[in-house]
């Protein structure tokens, strides 16, 4: 599958790991929006939050047990923001499931 994140998952673009299990990977984003910029994705390819059914939804609970941990390893004590873009209006670019972390300042209130 011509997918960049699986790409990420396999092994075969670099990424720089932040947390990686058998179900989930985090990595900084290459081009960071705030001092800190993590992507969340399941290694299972789930093409965005459109895509979440019943009989996958588990993942989505999952990497938010995982969120926080990263937060906290980040020192992101004084909060954070977690995003998902879907689809084109969305500004979804990559179409594998990911949540963006984004911290590490004060982050303006604009969501549109
Ligand atoms: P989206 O726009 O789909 O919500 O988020 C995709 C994110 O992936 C963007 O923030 C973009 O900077 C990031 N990104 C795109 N290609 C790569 C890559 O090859 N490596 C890493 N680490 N991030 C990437
Ligand atoms: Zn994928």
Do not use: W
């Not at 932040?18 to 985090?26: I, S």
């Not at 020192?75 to 969305?90: P, Q, T």
């Not at 979804?92 to 209130?109: A, D, E, M, W």
Request: aromatic content about 6%; glycine content about 8%; overall charge negative.
């Amino acid at each position: 599958m011509d997918c960049l994140f699986c790409k990420i998952v396999a092994g075969e673009i670099p990424s720089t790991k932040v947390f990686e299990d058998d179900r989930v990977l985090a990595f900084r984003d290459i081009a960071p929006m705030a001092p800190t910029h993590i992507l969340v994705i399941p290694k299972q390819h789930i093409a965005g939050v459109d895509e979440i059914t019943p009989e996958n939804s588990a993942i989505v609970s999952y990497i938010f047990e995982v969120i926080p941990k990263i937060a906290k390893a980040e020192g992101l004590d004084g909060g954070y923001r977690v995003v998902s873009n879907i689809g084109e209006d969305g500004g979804q670019t990559v179409r594998h499931l990911h949540f963006h972390i984004l911290g590490g300042k004060k982050l303006s209130n604009e969501m549109a």
